[in-house]
């Protein structure tokens, strides 16, 4: 059975993407970067948690302390991207249940009022929406190079705001020369689907 996306919106968004390392200089504009996020807030959460947040390293002098944080073999990509986005997990998105859960307030309460428990949430579900962020990036035209090489302390310290935990750093721009590394194998429907 053929899928409803079309084929050429299937390539863009995950046959023919990659991974890039390495991009051209042209911008990426906040009004894309609004774009991306304007489609991608509506992928599925538990319980509609929101805990993604998302930190644009544009000023150099910012990029600079960035690439600091980075590991070595990701810095120079770091360095020259257009664009680099801190994609973190709010910890204490529970706030914003009542509004984005109204059907069932008390969630908040009932089912993250203990700290564990909400972390484990909020990296979850803050995970799944950076996924959603990586194809609405694609989705935009543009190429994303996520990477979790870095120091999550020193970048927690130098860059989030408030009870937030780092999940991934991810440079954003059109691709460049040599951008993509060969395609890797991936599993068969059948190394991964079981029918009980």
């Known amino acids: ?9 299937q390539d863009l968004l995950f046959r023919e993407a990659r991974t890039a390392n390495t991009f051209t200089d042209e911008p990426v504009t906040d009004e ?3 774009a991306i996020y304007d489609l991608v807030k509506y992928g599925p959460t538990a319980f509609n948690q929101s805990p993604l947040r998302v930190t644009l ?15 070595e073999g990701n810095r120079p990509k770091t360095a020259a991207a257009p664009l680099v986005a801190i994609l973190s997990a709010d910890n204490e998105f529970h ?3 009542p509004a984005l859960f109204p059907h069932f307030p008390q ?14 949430a909020a990296q979850l579900n803050a995970s799944l929406q950076a996924a959603y ?10 190429a994303a190079g996520p990477m979790t090489g870095y120091d999550a302390a020193g970048l927690q310290k130098e860059f989030l705001d408030g009870d937030h935990t780092p999940l991934m750093v991810v440079n954003i721009g059109k691709p460049g ?9 991936r599993l068969s429907y059948e190394d991964v689907v079981t029918t009980v």
Request: charge should be negative; hydrophobic fraction near 50%.
């Open 1 to 9: 059975m053929s899928l409803a996306l079309d084929p050429a919106a």
């Open 32 to 34: 894309q970067v609004q």
């Open 57 to 71: 390293v544009r000023s150099p002098e910012a990029r600079e302390r960035l690439v600091q944080h980075m590991a």
């Open 95 to 97: 706030d914003e249940l």
């Open 107 to 120: 969630a908040k309460d009932a089912f993250f009022s203990e700290r564990p428990v909400r972390e484990q």
């Open 133 to 142: 962020f990586i194809v609405g990036v694609r989705a935009a035209g543009l």
């Open 177 to 185: 020369a040599d951008a993509w590394f060969p395609r890797s194998p």
